[in-house]
């Protein structure tokens, strides 16, 4: 038997690794990807605890989640093609047309 | 006795310069409207108010009671209670009978010197809101509704006075006055306070003042009456702020007898009057005001012996019979005082009347050189003008030398006899200056004289009214040693602190002496001018010419004065110390917004990396907050 802890762990090791893919690549793509990680990662969690304790709604939360993720995954990539056709790149870092503070 | 009455003698005007203002709204935006009814309504109300005062005056003579009227509880502020209310008693009829008289003749006047004007309508709304406000400062029951009359007074004056407002003199003469009442307003306010404050009664009516009186401190007193007398200085231009009366020509002719007979300059005379109870008390006050009154009298007689503007030189007259009254009320004989008021109405109002047709007759010519060299025939104006002339120099039988000999001989009994000796020394130079105009401008030889007769029934009917007064009006006070009844003395007899008594030959002797006086100058006057060459006009220059400088010396002195100052304040206070101090707060509020702003720098992955740390501190705060 696995314990609640491992999967907790792994839940969080997820979302840790989304969270670290977000802040420190400057792909679009896989910025997109790290945050689905992080979806993922929670998602992992309610099901765990949904499990952990005979509750199914949690179970029905996380079907609702994924439903929801396939729809946000249709838009972002989409704008992702817009962004790319404006700027021709991926990089972050060109995106900072509403900038307030020095341009760099 | 409450009456309804009482209130209409000042809605009569007032309703009057609000259809007046009306239908000048309406005049201007939509359609014409004929002079006649500017003229009905404007000359309509002071009647009605002048018949009602008539109708009181004469339930007073019968049953010898006092109007009161009570509308309402105006202001209620913890002990304070002040009453809209109104009290006719002996004075406010008195003085309202002559005002709204000589208001009404004026006004009528006024159709014909203004006539073709286009701001006629304007005009008789002014006319009428100046007469109202006056009968409000008459009838008050107390010092704060005598102060709405006094301000509106000085509102319509200003308003007046710089009627032709596309002149900048007249402007400027306006706002002279305007600026000038202020100070005295200012002082009469701050007497009304410490009057409250010394009385410590609970509401402002004269006679709960008066009943309350003994309760003040007799330096509070002394402050409150001289403070309220730098009010009636003000009003009534005496030194030293005299300096807008001469300047207020600049309005039309129907103004100037209006201030000067009826309302406005008067006031103050009346106000004093009305204190008697306050000014009988403190006796140095009384001195002061006569010592005033007697300066200011004499300062203006010799500054009008040397004038060339008609206008001015009956102004400096004003100046200098206000005067007299001031040493009348001055030293106690009220009722001598106002009943000069009352005489002076009659013949000042009429010499405005007559110059004002005068210089209508010569397309606006004031310089009585000038007005003699293009003499025009004007019987009426001619007869009457003497009339006002001979009256204001105290030649008997005219009205003019009841009054003045009445003060003259009040001086003289207290035992001031500089009072006395200026008096009569300025009834020697008022006899002299009031002649010098006359003889310069109808008897002085000229070489062409219009045979044009320029009258309008309008200006004549006034003139001839009150030369009836001018000329009967001293038999109201005829001296009780020509077999007289003294009926004006025994009207206002509860004012007076002080009557004359004196022996019948003391009495004969000054009154002797008084025309004398008034006959020398008279004499001089022919001597120097009967023959004089008009075609060379004195000369403008020299002290006394130039007024002696005084508008030069307050220039200097105040104007320039406030002028440095508040150039002071607007280039160094204002823009270098209280703009300095908020810039510098706001250019650092700036500088810092901008290097907060960096931060918003628009790279997604910098605002996801600030998030975290964020939300790292909040989950350790709660970590550490809740012990989980």
């Given at each position: 038997?696995?314990?609640?802890?491992?999967y907790a762990?792994v839940s969080m090791m997820l979302f840790s690794?989304g969270v670290?893919?977000?802040?420190?690549?400057?792909?679009?793509?896989?910025?997109?990807?790290?945050i689905e990680l992080m979806l993922n990662g929670i998602t992992l969690f309610l099901v765990t605890f949904?499990?952990?304790?005979?509750?199914?709604?949690a179970?029905?939360m996380t079907?609702?989640i994924i439903?929801i993720a396939?729809?946000?995954?249709?838009?972002?990539?989409?704008?992702?093609?817009?962004?790319?056709?404006?700027?021709?790149?991926?990089?972050?870092?060109?995106?900072?047309?509403?900038?307030?503070?020095?341009?760099? | 006795?409450?009456?309804?009455?009482?209130?209409?003698?000042?809605?009569?005007?007032?309703?009057?310069?609000?259809?007046?203002?009306?239908?000048?709204?309406?005049?201007?935006?939509?359609?014409?409207?004929?002079?006649?009814?500017?003229?009905?309504?404007?000359?309509?109300?002071?009647?009605?108010?002048?018949?009602?005062?008539?109708?009181?005056?004469?339930?007073?003579?019968?049953?010898?009671?006092?109007?009161?009227?009570?509308?309402?509880?105006?202001?209620?502020?913890?002990?304070?209670?002040?009453?809209?209310?109104?009290?006719?008693?002996?004075?406010?009829?008195?003085?309202?009978?002559?005002?709204?008289?000589?208001?009404?003749?004026?006004?009528?006047?006024?159709?014909?010197?203004?006539?073709?004007?286009?701001?006629?309508?304007?005009?008789?709304?002014?006319?009428?809101?100046?007469?109202?406000?006056?009968?409000?400062?008459?009838?008050?029951?107390?010092?704060?509704?005598?102060?709405?009359?006094?301000?509106?007074?000085?509102?319509?004056?200003?308003?007046?006075?710089?009627?032709?407002?596309?002149?900048?003199?007249?402007?400027?003469?306006?706002?002279?006055?305007?600026?000038?009442?202020?100070?005295?307003?200012?002082?009469?306010?701050?007497?009304?306070?410490?009057?409250?404050?010394?009385?410590?009664?609970?509401?402002?009516?004269?006679?709960?003042?008066?009943?309350?009186?003994?309760?003040?401190?007799?330096?509070?007193?002394?402050?409150?009456?001289?403070?309220?007398?730098?009010?009636?200085?003000?009003?009534?231009?005496?030194?030293?702020?005299?300096?807008?009366?001469?300047?207020?020509?600049?309005?039309?002719?129907?103004?100037?007898?209006?201030?000067?007979?009826?309302?406005?300059?008067?006031?103050?005379?009346?106000?004093?009057?009305?204190?008697?109870?306050?000014?009988?008390?403190?006796?140095?006050?009384?001195?002061?005001?006569?010592?005033?009154?007697?300066?200011?009298?004499?300062?203006?007689?010799?500054?009008?012996?040397?004038?060339?503007?008609?206008?001015?030189?009956?102004?400096?007259?004003?100046?200098?019979?206000?005067?007299?009254?001031?040493?009348?009320?001055?030293?106690?004989?009220?009722?001598?005082?106002?009943?000069?008021?009352?005489?002076?109405?009659?013949?000042?109002?009429?010499?405005?009347?007559?110059?004002?047709?005068?210089?209508?007759?010569?397309?606006?010519?004031?310089?009585?050189?000038?007005?003699?060299?293009?003499?025009?025939?004007?019987?009426?104006?001619?007869?009457?003008?003497?009339?006002?002339?001979?009256?204001?120099?105290?030649?008997?039988?005219?009205?003019?030398?009841?009054?003045?000999?009445?003060?003259?001989?009040?001086?003289?009994?207290?035992?001031?006899?500089?009072?006395?000796?200026?008096?009569?020394?300025?009834?020697?130079?008022?006899?002299?200056?009031?002649?010098?105009?006359?003889?310069?401008?109808?008897?002085?030889?000229?070489?062409?004289?219009?045979?044009?007769?320029?009258?309008?029934?309008?200006?004549?009917?006034?003139?001839?009214?009150?030369?009836?007064?001018?000329?009967?009006?001293?038999?109201?006070?005829?001296?009780?040693?020509?077999?007289?009844?003294?009926?004006?003395?025994?009207?206002?007899?509860?004012?007076?602190?002080?009557?004359?008594?004196?022996?019948?030959?003391?009495?004969?002797?000054?009154?002797?002496?008084?025309?004398?006086?008034?006959?020398?100058?008279?004499?001089?006057?022919?001597?120097?001018?009967?023959?004089?060459?008009?075609?060379?006009?004195?000369?403008?220059?020299?002290?006394?010419?130039?007024?002696?400088?005084?508008?030069?010396?307050?220039?200097?002195?105040?104007?320039?004065?406030?002028?440095?100052?508040?150039?002071?304040?607007?280039?160094?206070?204002?823009?270098?110390?209280?703009?300095?101090?908020?810039?510098?707060?706001?250019?650092?509020?700036?500088?810092?917004?901008?290097?907060?702003?960096?931060?918003?720098?628009?790279?997604?992955?910098?605002?996801?990396?600030?998030?975290?740390?964020?939300?790292?501190?909040?989950?350790?705060?709660?970590?550490?907050?809740?012990?989980?």
């Open positions: 038997m696995i314990s609640l802890s491992s762990f690794i670290i893919g977000v802040i420190a690549r400057k792909n679009i793509f896989v910025i997109y990807m790290s949904a499990r952990y304790h005979f509750n199914l709604d179970q029905v079907v609702l439903a396939a729809a946000e995954a249709a838009i972002f990539l989409s704008v992702i093609i817009l962004l790319f056709r404006s700027k021709k790149s991926l990089d972050t870092d060109v995106f900072t047309t509403l900038t307030q503070g020095e341009k760099s | 006795m409450n009456t309804p009455l009482l209130v209409w003698i000042i809605l009569a005007p007032l309703l009057g310069a609000i259809l007046n203002a009306g239908f000048y709204f309406y005049h201007i935006k939509k359609q014409k409207i004929s002079d006649k009814i500017f003229s009905i309504i404007g000359t309509g109300t002071p009647l009605i108010a002048f018949l009602i005062t008539l109708y009181l005056f004469l339930q007073m003579k019968e049953e010898g009671i006092i109007f009161t009227q009570n509308l309402f509880t105006w202001i209620s502020i913890g002990d304070l209670t002040i009453q809209m209310s109104f009290l006719g008693d002996n004075l406010a009829i008195f003085m309202s009978m002559f005002v709204t008289f000589v208001g009404w003749l004026i006004h009528i006047y006024a159709i014909g010197y203004m006539k073709g004007d286009d701001a006629f309508g304007k005009f008789f709304a002014y006319f009428n809101l100046f007469l109202a406000s006056m009968l409000i400062l008459v009838l008050a029951d107390n010092p704060v509704i005598l102060f709405i009359g006094w301000e509106g007074v000085g509102v319509c004056s200003y308003l007046l006075i710089a009627f032709y407002y596309g002149d900048k003199e007249n402007v400027i003469a306006g706002n002279k006055a305007f600026i000038a009442n202020r100070v005295g307003d200012f002082g009469f306010l701050l007497g009304v306070v410490t009057l409250f404050f010394a009385v410590g009664a609970d509401s402002l009516s004269f006679s709960t003042i008066e009943a309350n009186i003994s309760n003040a401190s007799s330096e509070l007193l002394i402050l409150s009456g001289f403070l309220l007398f730098v009010g009636a200085m003000g009003k009534s231009a005496q030194i030293p702020l005299y300096v807008w009366l001469p300047d207020a020509m600049a309005g039309p002719t129907p103004i100037s007898a209006l201030i000067h007979a009826a309302t406005m300059v008067t006031a103050g005379v009346y106000m004093v009057a009305r204190f008697h109870f306050l000014y009988s008390g403190i006796e140095n006050i009384g001195l002061f005001i006569a010592y005033i009154g007697a300066f200011s009298a004499l300062f203006a007689a010799i500054i009008a012996t040397k004038q060339q503007d008609i206008k001015k030189i009956l102004a400096y007259s004003t100046m200098s019979q206000l005067g007299y009254m001031f040493i009348a009320v001055g030293l106690g004989f009220y009722s001598s005082g106002l009943f000069h008021v009352f005489t002076h109405a009659f013949f000042k109002a009429m010499l405005f009347m007559g110059a004002g047709g005068i210089i209508i007759a010569l397309h606006h010519e004031q310089n009585i050189f000038k007005i003699a060299q293009h003499r025009a025939q004007l019987p009426i104006i001619h007869f009457t003008f003497l009339v006002g002339v001979i009256a204001i120099s105290g030649i008997p039988p005219f009205s003019g030398f009841f009054s003045k000999d009445a003060i003259l001989a009040a001086a003289f009994q207290e035992g001031e006899y500089l009072l006395w000796g200026i008096g009569m020394f300025t009834a020697f130079l008022t006899a002299f200056y009031m002649f010098r105009l006359y003889f310069i401008i109808f008897v002085a030889p000229t070489k062409n004289v219009s045979q044009h007769i320029y009258t309008s029934k309008t200006i004549t009917f006034p003139l001839l009214v009150l030369s009836i007064g001018a000329i009967t009006a001293g038999f109201l006070n005829y001296p009780a040693i020509f077999g007289g009844e003294t009926m004006v003395d025994a009207w206002l007899v509860q004012l007076n602190s002080n009557v004359i008594h004196m022996s019948h030959s003391t009495e004969y002797i000054l009154m002797a002496a008084s025309i004398i006086v008034a006959v020398a100058g008279i004499f001089v006057a022919y001597k120097k001018y009967a023959k004089f060459d008009i075609y060379k006009p004195e000369s403008e220059k020299g002290i006394i010419a130039n007024k002696f400088f005084v508008d030069e010396f307050y220039d200097k002195i105040f104007v320039q004065a406030s002028k440095k100052l508040s150039t002071f304040i607007d280039k160094v206070v204002d823009e270098k110390i209280i703009d300095g101090f908020i810039m510098t707060v706001c250019n650092e509020f700036v500088s810092f917004g901008k290097k907060v702003a960096t931060i918003q720098n628009a790279n997604v992955r910098f605002y996801a990396g600030f998030m975290l740390v964020g939300m790292s501190c909040i989950f350790v705060y709660l970590y550490i907050l809740l012990g989980l």
